[in-house]
């Protein structure tokens, strides 16, 4: 099976969040540790980023919430390890006042395309970003887009527990990257 990391955004997803939940429910899945996750610094994320995916039996899925969401923006610009795909929940907007001052070496945004599959999951409420900006991110990384109604941050505060319509949204995307790798794979290979 892929490997899954668990990428959290600012505050690392406490005891409620739906991330937490998932990789408590699955031993194929990992959290990534940065120094800190109340302030976060990019380079030290990318830094632990990297080494998580090093570390990986096969090309793992990046589940990433809200912050983390820019991180693998940055990080697929720098690394060339690969990843099966990137599962983005609630991508934050760093243009807007309430984007939290601490992560402010997150912006600018890498607006190019990714170079591995990626989904992002956005609300219609979303205090961090509004679903045009995931709109617009979908667009710039050549990612899917999928709109889960009202579910402000799609974090703990959410009450969305293990989060089942978001496990399905994970486990479609996820049979869809590994297939994609399993293309790519078999196109290099004699």
Not at 15 to 33: A, C, D, K, L
Request: aromatic fraction near 8%; proline fraction near 8%.
């Amino acid at each position: 099976m892929t490997d899954i990391i668990i990428l959290p955004g600012i505050g690392g997803s406490g005891e409620t969040h739906w991330q937490t939940h998932w990789e408590r429910s699955n031993p194929h899945i990992g959290r990534f540790q940065p120094t800190s996750w109340d302030q976060p610094d990019l380079g030290d994320w990318l830094a632990a980023l990297d080494r998580m995916v090093a570390s990986a039996r096969t090309p793992p899925l990046l589940v990433a919430h809200s912050l983390a969401c820019l991180l693998v923006a940055h990080w697929q610009s720098i690394s060339s390890l690969p990843v099966a795909g990137a599962f983005l929940v609630a991508v934050p907007d760093p243009t807007r006042a309430v984007f939290p001052a601490e992560a402010a070496s997150f912006a600018p945004v890498p607006e190019g395309r990714l170079r591995f599959p990626s989904l992002i999951v956005a609300s219609t409420d979303d205090p961090y970003g509004e679903f045009q900006y995931a709109e617009l991110r979908a667009a710039q990384w050549g990612s899917g887009i999928v709109e889960v109604g009202a579910l402000g941050h799609i974090n703990g505060r959410s009450g969305l527990g293990n989060w089942p319509g978001g496990l399905v949204l994970f486990q479609a995307f996820a049979a869809g990257a590994r297939l994609v790798t399993a293309e790519a794979d078999s196109t290099v290979k004699p």
